[in-house]
């Protein structure tokens, strides 16, 4: 009886305190503060700036506005520039740092990505951003057509980068004086349905003047809504002027997103960027760019052009201008189909003939997260993994660990202003690789199928091996495996800069990390990876193309499957 009571008393004492969380939960103050997600990229918690409106209502839906920093900056600097609160005479960025002061209140949830410090807006920290607008969404009540988006110099190029990568998430974007990122060119038509306004200082002399006037130019000839303002005089800190008085947020409020345009203009040439709107594409080549333009001329008649497309979805669900029950006509690139009615249509083009299908997808083909290039194996969670196998010596095996260990220091000390980068991968022996590192990472893998048991269990399925006896030779290629990657760098390691092993390292060599973007899906070179002797894609069914393969044959230095 007494054991029933104690019990019952411990079970009634913990549905009154979850009764008190529910009711009494500590709930966020107003104003500018830090928050932080969890990346399961390296496992680490990630801080973001958040500014919260004064009375707060979680019943009331709210327009998020996302701030993304410069070069050597960071999420609570960032988070007081938009705001128009620059540093105060003679104070430096760190004594900016330490404190928010006092602003305007307005009616509006802001976030600021730390962004890992300076490396740009693509791989991890592109996913950083969009984890932390997710997890900014679960928090609070957020207005998905009154999203915005902005940022100065490198946040600008990044506002740039990922406001045309999903562009059907964002009712505007400004970018300050923007430095964007290789293969932001091709999507300026994805700018179609929201208004961009650039502004840049004349006298910039980190992003010239006229780098951003080409690029206010071709927004313009793409049909874009475009307002540019340009400051005389000013130089690198047009922020300044771009951001003062909080007139960011009042141009803002001007826009909503159109969640259903009648027109669709969008181009890609990655899986992982394939939608916008009702449009989905579904099979195209990684690597190049594809492009539609689908536009409802009339209730059920979609006149549509493509490029570089094979197949394609179209989600008409809640579209004002698709009238269900009733057969819609479908102009495609000068052809005639006409189909029964439906909210969702895949189309197919074989030869030059387009036709209704069902999505049917070879298993082996590529998509989104088994596309490539190498440098996506490192843009989500990944772990870094050298062999134990063949009996090594103690110092062979400390030179094997040494390798690996070379690629997965991100956070490498690059000077004062940009500082580290601050992405914190794992590195393991084949030994000490469990299970659910296999299920949730993708693997980075150093060595041949005699060295690393993790090469050797996925031998039967890697298209290429490299011969015991290449000496001299590197080899590195990204491999879907289940629902990730493999990298496999036998030989050489990608980075390998001189033909001497004992040569010192130069202060200025690049990062691992950073050469995998010189390179595509794979990489046989000799001696250094600047005497390549064959590079490039695989297929779209992930198989060598005939070309690359007579050069790896020529060299003698691998194996085929």
Known sequence: MIKTLTYRTILLGVVLFSFNLVSFGQKLSSGPQVLTFHSDTDDTEQPYGLYLPKNYNPKKKYPLVVMLHGAGSNHRLALRRVFGKSNAEGESDVEASRYFPEWKDVDYIVVSSFARGTMGYQGVVEKDVMDM?????KRFNIDENRTYLTGLSMGGGGTMWIGLSYPDMWAAIAPVCPAPPGGTLEKVPNAANFPVYFFQGDADPAVKVDSTRKWVQRFKD???QVEYTE?????HDSWVNAYKDEFIFDWFAKHKRNPHPARVRFATSQYKHNKAYWVTFDEFTPGKTAWIDANFTAKNHIEISTKGLKTFTLNLTDHPSFKAKSPLELVI????????AGVLLTLTQSGDVWAVNALNTLASAKKAGAEGPMSEAIASRHIYVYGTGGSPSADELARRRAEAQKAMEWSVYRGDFIGRVMVFPRLLSDKEVRP?????SNLILFGTKETNSLIEKYS???PVSLKASAEGYGLAYVFPIGNRYVLVNSGLPWWALSDNPN????QNTPAPMNVLGRFQDFVLFKGTINNVVSGGRFNNDWTLPGAEADKMKASGAVVFK
Do not use: C, F
Not at 333 to 340: F, P, Y
């Open 503 to 506: 040569a010192p390292t130069r």
């Open 333 to 340: 690139n000068g052809q005639t189909i006409r189909a029964e």
């Open 133 to 137: 607008v997710a997890d900014a969404k």
């Open 436 to 440: 659910s590192d296999i299920e949730s």
């Open 222 to 224: 793409a049909g874009a």
């Open 460 to 462: 039967d399925k890697l």
């Open 231 to 235: 400051y005389p005089g000013v130089k």
